[in-house]
């Protein structure tokens, strides 16, 4: 069995999984059936490194040249034959918001609530078993932005968001506190609405192994996103325009 780093643009794709334009179809055609994938991430979600598991030992420029635009294999790593890429010792996620005048001192202190064992299930789809560990949350003020960092062992459907919306709520004092502490002991409250997806990335899965890396496939890579990001610098500045422009006829 082989372990597969995983990265992709998840703007171009359906999520990972559950629709013929997903991830795992794409990579399922180059590698064959897979026995496991790390995360299931949400419509557009992108990833640096998810995980898959396949028997398919191709070298890695052959499946990436039967992936499409915006999907990488870059690395490789052989696992026992009952790897499953769902137990992993952390996952660590990012999650960036532009900064709307957050108190970001709040969204810390309530970030902090959330480190620990518990049942998350104010906080997940679907679900009323959502116990999991949450290593830390690190809030960093970017000026323009506010990065949320996030690791645990695992996370249930929408958690991330969920939580993620939280922290900003708090900062912008539509909740406080004391509605955190209540939402985390499982009381009531009403459903807790989901951040936008766009600003999660999953950057990386520890299983505790060392993958053999190909550092050609990770320049693609990085320009790739380097030149997303420039672009999106100047369609920031176009909204910014229309807004501006738009605000002097209101």
Partial sequence: MIAYLVAYDGALFHGFTGHERSVEPALAKALGPLAGRGSRTDPGVSAL????????SKPLGQINAELP????VWGRAEVPEDFNPRRA???????????RGEDVG????????????????????????AV???????????GTYIEITFRGRGFRNKMLRKIAWALLAVGRGVLNMDDVRRLLEGAGGGPVPSAPAEGLVLLSIDYGIDFSIDRS??????????????????LSRVYEKITEETLKWL
């Fill in 49 to 56: 490194g998810n995980v898959v598991a396949a028997r398919c």
């Fill in 217 to 234: 496939i990770l320049t693609k890579i990085y320009r790739y996103f380097l030149n997303k990001y420039y672009i999106y610098l100047s």
């Fill in 69 to 72: 635009r915006g999907v990488w």
């Fill in 89 to 99: 010792r952390a996952r660590t996620y990012v999650y960036f918001a532009p900064y």
């Fill in 132 to 142: 999991t560990t949450i290593y830390s949350v690190d809030v960093e003020d970017r």
């Fill in 106 to 129: 709040l969204v810390r202190e309530a970030a902090a609530l959330f480190v620990g064992t518990r049942n998350y299930r104010n906080f997940a789809k679907g679900v009323r078993d």
